[in-house]
């Protein structure tokens, strides 16, 4: 079979059975969305099983998990108890403020990462070196909810950006260009933190990445030829050290919907974030266990857009076999 | 383990490779999976305290052949006799009582270790990993007493053992791989390009003291190397191998005054490029 | 040899000192003098850490941050070299000196086509556009010995043999057709049977476009029929030079006869197995801390008591073959 086609036959095996386990753990996890009702004495038991056969949960563990796979490959993903409307919609509408957030954030720090990385790696040791490295430990060790706490709070203070939820509340009444830049102002809060913790890490990889490189005997054998430093590092140095970093830009889309759950909450962003995180708390099954399907599909096709990549750059991978026995 | 046996005779072939048989496969990604025959059909013989040696270029096998005899690879088919006993297609466990009897080493072989390893780390560990497995009895100081005995044997100051390999030159980390080899008292050692890549000086240095060890501890031989020039002066016997199998045998007095095979003559030649212009340079008969 | 013509590129008392981070200075040149004439095939012969890599280095300034060019001068064409920046020295790299790296598995970038790898020398010093350069290419790639060049153009490191990615280093490194080659032990890493190969195309290269060519290696027979001349390297020093057929027929330095013997003992003729190798006792001395006297005292079959007591100075026994051996002189 292909590369590709492998890659993707255990993408699928990978989904699958990360769907068995989510049934099985919420299944063993205590408690149920019932728990509190049932406190309730106003509310008869009999009321509480017909809810409960009303949305299916008193059928054994199997039979749901195979009408829950049949109605995922038609894209429905079941009911929410909570909101008393389909998963399938309710995640996706969250899901594409998380995206617009997410993707925001990830092109953000990636164009700022690489020009860096490759910066600092080319000068090691001057001043902007030795800044960035110190900047970089000390986002990297402190907490990121403690980064994203004091940041709340100077913005609070600050009062040019607008902090909490996505849009004013009198949105609807705004002209497009005004809907825009409330839009933008919202995002500029949770946006910096997750560019500031991300940049921290993807840095100092693009740097290591390039520096090992810039020292492999190839290079300066080119050097020796005269070839001019740009070039060098550009044609010579960059599409090496790529492939490590084509490995964490994987990890790092692999992450768009996954990675910004605590900051969603703090600046109160309504992503999916909040959403899973209210759906586990009040056990509210189906759209739990959609929620976490919709993260995997989307770390198991980030990294799979990432092999997919590296076989594209790197003659080495596909192509041909090895040469001399 | 595999120890001397009372009733050898001197002259009983301790290694004897039978139509020896491996292929690796190619490709595999987009293009068709095609398989490579690296060894398609080896056979050769060396007796007790003899030194053979499979000579040929990149690619004719001969590195396959020396990781299937010390079990590093398991051949396809064939047979590898070790005193007569079959060890092709044995397991890993049954392996373990040969494995001390046979031991490797590799063009440059301290270098593909760890540079935090100090020569005594790298040379006790095989007497490690062996008293792990219970079969033999060493603890620190005994250990600590045999690196030294054998670095003094490879000519190393055992003053040494505690700095680390990256202080040794080339010619002195190949000693170490040599003491390393050594440790467990094995009766066949294979060389695979050990000499290749050291200096003329130091290649010297290492070939006399492989004569002396073989004297002393009555070791056999099994050279792999590129360079016929340098292998005629240590082997009893030559096998050149091409294209995966042997293409001709015999001894090397043979061998280097009348070769019959292509691949045999072209690495003659190579040789001979380099010591008759040497010769004409310094006035000898080429 | 023709003493009247001028050497166009003098290496005059090279000091080289390598400072690593933890650990003790090493001097790895201390005192070179070496003086090449264009056209001429000169060959350096030592062994692993005498200081001829760092000699083939210092040419171009290639060598790492860490090491230092203490003392003297390279002269290239009237120019120091040692005293020219960085930006002065891109314009010779590859156009008027080329240096080809030791190790040809890995001197070559893996991601880029072969054919290409060559065409970035001929960007980084001539005008052409990509079609001329690619032209130039495929002659080249014919020059060393490809008969299907479009082949090889195309093809990655990793799918060719040692062989062929030497041959590639060489093609880039007389793209440019520079008047200086510095070929850091050609053939070292590669079979035996391909020795003769390299030394035929750098033969061609230097017949076709009169390339002097600084050949370095630990082994002499590289040099028989190749190199006119032949610099003997011990410690960071030259200890003797003479023409090829002088330094193998009559070679004057106890060290110099020592290797000559040993390779001599390969001579395939008078086979007797289970001799000895004709060895030097004992190492090359340890660079940290290097002895007052003559580096190869130690060693020497031959020494006398004035060897370890101060470093011999330069004796000229024979018109053009200095040697640094107290035999020769007081």
Not at chain 1, 251 to 269: D, K, P, R, T
Not at chain 2, 186 to 212: F, M, Y
Not at chain 3, 63 to 90: D, K, M, W, Y
Not at chain 3, 191 to 203: G, K, Y
Request: net charge neutral; hydrophobic share 45%; proline share 6%.
């Amino acid at each position: 079979m292909s590369y590709i086609g492998r890659r993707l036959a255990r993408a699928i095996l990978l989904l699958v059975g990360v769907s068995a386990l989510c049934f099985l753990f919420t299944e063993i996890a205590p408690g149920s969305f019932f728990d509190e009702l049932r406190l309730n004495p106003q509310i008869s038991p009999e009321t509480i099983s017909a809810l409960r056969s009303h949305y299916g949960l008193d059928q054994p563990l199997l039979v749901r998990y195979a009408h829950w796979m049949k109605s995922a490959l038609h894209a429905d993903l079941g009911y929410s108890i909570a909101y008393n409307v389909p998963v399938a919609p309710l995640l996706w509408s969250r899901a594409k403020n998380t995206l617009l957030l997410t993707t925001t954030a990830l092109v953000l720090t990636w164009m700022i990462s690489v020009p860096l990385g490759v910066w600092t790696a080319n000068r090691r040791g001057g001043l902007l070196d030795r800044m960035v490295s110190l900047t970089g430990s000390l986002l990297i060790s402190i907490p990121e909810i403690v980064i994203a706490v004091a940041l709340l709070a100077i913005a609070v203070r600050w009062r040019v950006l607008r902090v909490g939820g996505m849009m004013s509340a009198d949105f609807e009444s705004f002209s497009a260009w005004a809907k825009l830049q409330d839009l933008l102002l919202h995002l500029a809060l949770p946006a910096f933190i997750l560019v500031l913790s991300e940049t921290a890490i993807i840095v100092r990889h693009v740097r290591a990445s390039v520096l090992e490189v810039l020292g492999a005997p190839y290079v300066q054998a080119a050097r020796g030829f005269g070839v001019s430093q740009t070039r060098l590092l550009f044609r010579h140095v960059l599409p090496v050290a790529a492939n490590p970093a084509i490995s964490l830009l994987g990890f790092s889309l692999a992450g768009l919907l996954s990675g910004s759950l605590m900051v969603e909450v703090i600046c109160g962003w309504p992503g999916l974030g909040p959403l899973i995180l209210e759906a586990t708390l009040s056990r509210d099954l189906y759209l739990v266990i959609g929620g976490i399907m919709f993260s995997a599909l989307f770390m198991v096709g980030g990294n799979l857009l990432a092999d997919v990549m590296l076989l594209a750059l790197d003659p080495r991978i596909s192509r041909e076999g090895t040469d001399a026995l | 383990m595999y120890a001397d046996s009372p009733n050898d005779t001197p002259t009983e072939s301790l290694l004897c490779v039978q139509a020896l048989r491996k292929q690796y496969v190619r490709g595999g990604i987009w293009r068709k999976r095609v398989p490579v025959a690296a060894v398609n059909g080896v056979d050769f013989e060396i007796p007790r305290g003899r030194t053979f040696a499979l000579v040929g270029e990149s690619g004719s096998g001969k590195s396959t052949v020396a990781r299937c005899v010390t079990r590093l690879e398991r051949p396809d088919s064939g047979r590898i006799l070790i005193r007569g006993i079959n060890i092709a297609q044995l397991r890993s466990r049954d392996l373990l009582p040969f494995r001390s009897g046979i031991q490797i080493v590799f063009q440059d072989a301290i270098t593909s270790m760890n540079p935090r390893f100090s020569a005594l780390e790298i040379i006790e560990e095989p007497l490690l990993i062996q008293s792990q497995r219970g079969q033999v009895e060493y603890d620190r100081r005994n250990r600590r007493d045999r690196v030294g005995a054998l670095m003094v044997e490879v000519g190393i100051s055992p003053d040494w053992m505690h700095r680390s390999i990256l202080h040794f030159s080339g010619g002195q980390r190949q000693r170490l791989a040599l003491a390393r080899a050594l440790a467990l008292r094995p009766q066949l050692l294979v060389l695979d390009e050990a000499l290749s890549g050291l200096d003329l000086s130091t290649q010297a240095q290492v070939a006399n003291l492989l004569l002396d060890l073989q004297a002393a501890h009555s070791l056999t031989y099994l050279l792999i190397s590129h360079d016929l020039g340098l292998v005629a002066r240590l082997a009893d016997e030559i096998g050149v191998m091409s294209g995966g199998q042997t293409v001709e045998i015999g001894p090397t007095q043979q061998i280097v005054t009348s070769p019959n095979h292509a691949a045999t003559k072209k690495l003659l030649a190579a040789a001979r490029t380099a010591t008759s212009a040497f010769a004409a340079a310094t006035g000898e008969q080429a | 040899m023709d003493d009247s013509k001028e050497h166009f590129a003098e290496v005059k008392d090279l000091k080289v000192t390598y400072y690593p981070e933890d650990g003790v200075p090493v001097r790895a040149l201390d005192g070179a003098n070496l003086k090449i004439r264009a056209g001429e095939i000169v060959g350096i012969l030592g062994e692993s850490g005498c200081g001829k890599s760092t000699l083939a280095s210092a040419w171009l300034r290639l060598l790492p941050p860490h090491a230092s060019c203490e003392a003297g001068t390279i002269v290239f064409r009237g120019r120091n070299l040692l005293t020219l920046s960085e930006q002065e020295l891109r314009p010779l790299r590859g156009k008027e000196i080329s240096l080809i790296s030791q190790d040809p598995a890995l001197s070559l970038n893996p991601l880029i086509m072969a054919g290409s790898q060559i065409g970035e020398v001929l960007r980084a010093h001539s005008l052409l556009n990509a079609r001329q350069r690619r032209g130039q290419v495929m002659e080249l790639l014919r020059e060393v010995g490809f008969n299907h060049p479009e082949e090889i153009y195309s093809a990655y490191p990793h799918q060719l043999s040692g062989g062929q990615r030497q041959r590639i280093a060489i093609a880039q490194a007389v793209a440019c057709r520079p008047a200086l080659v510095i070929a850091d032990e050609p053939t070292s890493k590669l079979d035996s049977t391909l020795q003769a190969e390299i030394v035929s195309v750098l033969l061609q290269i230097r017949k076709r476009h009169a390339t002097a060519i600084l050949v370095i290696s630990h082994d002499p027979s590289l040099f028989t029929g190749f190199a006119d001349r032949v610099a003997v390297m011990y410690a960071g020093r030259i200890i003797e030079v003479g023409s090829s057929p002088e330094i193998f027929g009559r070679p004057l330095h106890p060290y110099t006869q020592a290797l000559v013997q040993i390779a001599a003992y390969s001579v395939l003729t008078k086979l007797q197995t289970g001799l000895r190798f004709p060895a030097i006792e004992g190492e090359s001395p340890d660079p940290t801390c290097i002895p007052a006297g003559c580096r190869f005292e130690p060693r020497c079959s031959d020494r006398m008591e004035i060897c370890s007591q101060s470093y011999p100075p330069q004796f000229m026994p024979d018109p053009s073959r200095p040697v640094n051996c107290f035999k020769y002189g007081e």
